[in-house]
């Protein structure tokens, strides 16, 4: 018995057809700052919801910095509390010895002078940064491959990173730094592009050097990308030096007679000068981040409550007696900062008996394949009552972890995959993007091959946005070699 029903298979070019009506249709109802605005809010919505759970201080590391913001509300500089226990308030803080810079600290302490200190307040503004950061990411991937898709996508990477994601919910200093660094990248692109027909005050590029300042005065980590950064600027003036050279002539009016004697020679303006921008480089990657980063410290030449570390005492003689004074203004400033180099160039991983100092410490040649992400907080509870494990009969155990996981697929395509291939266009191919986020990658990673203090692999947080603008650049160089095949 045969059936009279004809199955009608679609042809492929229905389907090319829908496809073609989907993306005009994306094209028109996301064009502008639609899809970027989208992309944002998404990434702000799973950043704040239940910002302030756990609502107490996470041990690592909020423990250290959300007092030190309070500190900054009530004094002006870095505090702690001697009692954990007692109510917070400004009178029960004391001063205290810090190893990094105040910005991301002050962008804590204004988000707790907003909300109060509680778990959200001390939390807000590393969410906001966090967010913004994905809006970043956008636009340097406008900037890079003129597409807001191959944008769009690197922006959704980022936002589902877990690094990024775990530190944008916690009061830490990373994500501030790789915020900064983020901007300083975008406005970098920026005076990229505009330079070759920009007259004035090279304002893009200004605002990178702000920028990079901004992401030292959060952490010292981020020293390292500003020599880079000064060469990759400089190269990049060479080669709009160099094109603007060979470009060739206007054509004569044949309807003019041409002028006895030598051509005159129309000299170049100083903008067009190697040296020039040479010099306006060095003033903007270095004495600029010098001065935003001594800025970042005003509170602290103000307050009289500042933490003055034994080393920064002076021993005078007075009427025969030796007595201790502490410095003051630049000397105690000075003194401060030897302090904190110190204190990172003698911390150890280990302690006298050879014993790892931390539990979730990690190698930096680790770090790729995931060995030993950071437990930032565990808890481990019986319900309905709330009692401690082990859990009575009728109870049910519930366990909650802030685990600083990478995401894995993230995570190993862009260092087995990505990363890779860019250092192989780079240096065959002569691939400009590759070596952009090659040379900007690399500072960010490599000194934590060489330092023996303790290493956490949440350090990775500020290079991760790298890896991902490296797997995008990878998935859109093998579709357009698909498409010439």
Same mark, same amino acid.
């Given at each position: 018995?045969?059936?009279?029903?004809?199955?009608?298979?679609?042809?492929?070019?229905?389907?090319?057809?829908?496809?073609?009506?989907?993306?005009?249709?994306?094209?028109?109802?996301?064009?502008?700052?639609?899809?970027?605005?989208?992309?944002?809010?998404?990434?702000?919505?799973?950043?704040?919801?239940?910002?302030?759970?756990?609502?107490?201080?996470?041990?690592?590391?909020?423990?250290?910095?959300?007092?030190?913001?309070?500190?900054?509300?009530?004094?002006?500089?870095?505090?702690?509390?001697?009692?954990?226990?007692?109510?917070?308030?400004?009178?029960?803080?004391?001063?205290?010895?810090?190893?990094?810079?105040?910005?991301?600290?002050?962008?804590?302490?204004?988000?707790?002078?907003?909300?109060?200190?509680? !778990?959200?307040? *001390?939390? &807000? =503004? #590393?969410? @906001?940064?966090?967010?913004?950061? $994905?809006?970043?990411?956008?636009?340097?991937? +406008?900037?890079?491959?003129?597409?807001?898709?191959?944008?769009?996508?690197?922006?959704?990477?980022?936002?589902?990173?877990?690094?990024?994601?775990?530190?944008?919910?916690?009061?830490?200093?990373?994500?501030?730094?790789?915020?900064?660094?983020?901007?300083?990248?975008?406005?970098?692109?920026?005076?990229?592009?505009?330079?070759?027909?920009?007259?004035?005050?090279?304002?893009?590029?200004?605002?990178?050097?702000?920028?990079?300042?901004?992401?030292? !005065?959060?952490? *010292?980590? &981020? =020293? #390292?990308? @500003?020599?880079?950064?000064?060469? $990759?600027?400089?190269?990049?003036?060479?080669? +709009?030096?160099?094109?603007?050279?060979?470009?060739?002539?206007?054509?004569?009016?044949?309807?003019?007679?041409?002028?006895?004697?030598?051509?005159?020679?129309?000299?170049?303006?100083?903008?067009?000068?190697?040296?020039?921008?040479?010099?306006?480089?060095?003033?903007?990657?270095?004495?600029?981040?010098?001065?935003?980063?001594?800025?970042?410290?005003?509170?602290?030449?103000?307050?009289?409550?500042?933490?003055?570390?034994?080393?920064?005492?002076?021993?005078?003689?007075?009427?025969?007696?030796?007595?201790?004074?502490?410095?003051?203004?630049?000397?105690?400033?000075?003194?401060?900062?030897?302090?904190?180099?110190?204190?990172?160039?003698?911390?150890?991983?280990?302690?006298?008996?050879?014993?790892?100092?931390?539990?979730?410490?990690?190698?930096?040649?680790?770090?790729?394949?995931?060995?030993?992400?950071?437990?930032?907080?565990?808890?481990?509870?019986?319900?309905?009552?709330?009692?401690?494990?082990?859990?009575?009969?009728?109870?049910?155990?519930?366990?909650?972890?802030?685990?600083?996981?990478?995401?894995?697929?993230?995570?190993?395509?862009?260092?087995?995959?990505?990363?890779?291939?860019?250092?192989?266009?780079?240096?065959?191919?002569?691939?400009?993007?590759?070596?952009?986020?090659?040379?900007?990658?690399?500072?960010?990673?490599?000194?934590?091959?060489?330092?023996?203090?303790?290493?956490?692999?949440?350090?990775?947080?500020?290079?991760?946005?790298?890896?991902?603008?490296?797997?995008?650049?990878?998935?859109?160089?093998?579709?357009?070699?698909?498409?010439?095949?």
């Amino acid at each position: 018995m045969t059936s009279d029903v004809e199955i009608i298979h679609p042809e492929p070019a229905s389907f090319r057809r829908a496809g073609d009506a989907l993306v005009r249709f994306a094209n028109t109802a996301l064009a502008g700052w639609r899809l970027p605005a989208l992309i944002t809010l998404a990434a702000a919505l799973v950043r704040f919801v239940r910002l302030n759970h756990p609502p107490t201080i996470v041990p690592l590391d909020e423990t250290y910095y959300a007092p030190n913001s309070y500190g900054f509300l009530c004094h002006g500089v870095d505090m702690t509390f001697a009692d954990t226990t007692a109510p917070a308030t400004c009178d029960k803080l004391e001063p205290t010895f810090v190893v990094h810079p105040p910005v991301a600290k002050l962008l804590m302490a204004a988000a707790i002078r907003i909300f109060g200190y509680n !778990a959200f307040g *001390w939390r &807000a =503004a #590393p969410a @906001l940064v966090g967010s913004l950061s $994905v809006l970043a990411m956008y636009l340097i991937g +406008r900037r890079l491959w003129s597409s807001r898709w191959l944008a769009a996508g690197a922006a959704v990477l980022l936002g589902v990173e877990g690094l990024q994601f775990v530190q944008s919910r916690l009061a830490m200093l990373d994500i501030f730094q790789s915020f900064f660094m983020l901007l300083s990248i975008w406005l970098l692109l920026e005076d990229r592009a505009r330079a070759p027909s920009w007259t004035g005050l090279r304002w893009w590029r200004l605002g990178a050097g702000a920028a990079l300042g901004l992401a030292v !005065a959060s952490k *010292w980590a &981020a =020293a #390292p990308l @500003l020599p880079v950064v000064f060469g $990759v600027g400089l190269a990049w003036e060479a080669v +709009r030096i160099q094109q603007l050279r060979s470009r060739p002539a206007a054509p004569l009016d044949p309807t003019t007679e041409p002028e006895a004697g030598p051509e005159p020679v129309t000299p170049r303006p100083r903008r067009d000068r190697l040296w020039w921008q040479a010099a306006a480089l060095l003033l903007t990657f270095a004495v600029l981040p010098l001065i935003i980063y001594l800025a970042s410290y005003t509170s602290w030449f103000l307050s009289t409550k500042r933490y003055i570390p034994p080393r920064c005492n002076d021993v005078v003689t007075v009427d025969g007696e030796q007595r201790s004074i502490p410095k003051a203004g630049m000397s105690l400033w000075v003194c401060d900062q030897k302090e904190i180099f110190d204190y990172h160039r003698n911390l150890r991983s280990t302690d006298a008996d050879g014993k790892p100092i931390h539990p979730y410490m990690s190698k930096a040649w680790s770090w790729p394949w995931i060995s030993r992400p950071a437990a930032h907080y565990y808890t481990a509870t019986c319900v309905p009552d709330g009692g401690a494990q082990p859990c009575a009969d009728g109870q049910i155990a519930q366990n909650e972890e802030i685990l600083g996981l990478p995401n894995p697929v993230i995570w190993w395509t862009g260092f087995f995959i990505a990363l890779p291939l860019s250092i192989w266009w780079m240096i065959v191919a002569r691939d400009d993007v590759s070596a952009l986020l090659v040379v900007l990658f690399l500072p960010l990673v490599l000194p934590w091959f060489l330092t023996t203090r303790p290493l956490f692999m949440f350090y990775m947080t500020p290079a991760t946005p790298l890896l991902v603008l490296m797997i995008v650049h990878v998935m859109k160089v093998w579709n357009l070699r698909a498409t010439a095949v």
